[in-house]
């Protein structure tokens, strides 16, 4: 059974940072596409970073030079690291993984794992 357990959410004030860390079980984490995606209530699940097994990334436009996404194979967690922080950041924060190693997609559609999500809340 694959498990995506997120953390490191909290609140933030703007122009502040935070790490958010996915720790995954139950899944060869090493050799999957694995992403974080943000949604606000009403609003549809976005991509705002994917990382692949070979360690090319991608990120939203909204995000790229403030958030860095990584991973630790040896201790099969994710990581994004959040700089600059902005009021338009707020949003549960979701980790995802593929069933494949080289991440073809930004869209949540292309993920197949999830976890519950961890809140991101930036203050001005």
């Known amino acids: 059974q694959v498990q995506l357990v997120e953390s490191g959410g909290g609140s933030v004030q703007a122009g502040g940072s935070l790490r958010l860390s996915c720790a995954a079980a139950?899944?060869?984490?090493?050799?999957?596409?694995m992403g974080w995606f943000r949604q606000d209530p009403g609003k549809e699940r976005e991509g705002v970073a994917v990382?692949?097994?070979?360690?090319?990334?991608t990120y939203s436009e909204t995000v790229r030079g403030r958030f860095t996404i990584s991973r630790d194979n040896a201790k099969n967690t994710l990581y994004l690291q959040m700089n600059s922080l902005k009021p338009e950041d707020a949003a549960m924060y979701y980790c995802?993984?593929?069933?494949?190693?080289?991440?073809?997609?930004?869209?949540?559609?292309?993920?197949?794992?999830w976890g519950q999500g961890t809140q991101v809340t930036v203050s001005s």
């Open positions: 139950g899944i060869i984490f090493s050799n999957k596409c």
């Open positions: 990382l692949s097994s070979d360690g090319r990334t």
């Open positions: 995802a993984a593929s069933t494949i190693s080289y991440c073809v997609t930004m869209r949540a559609i292309g993920y197949n794992y």
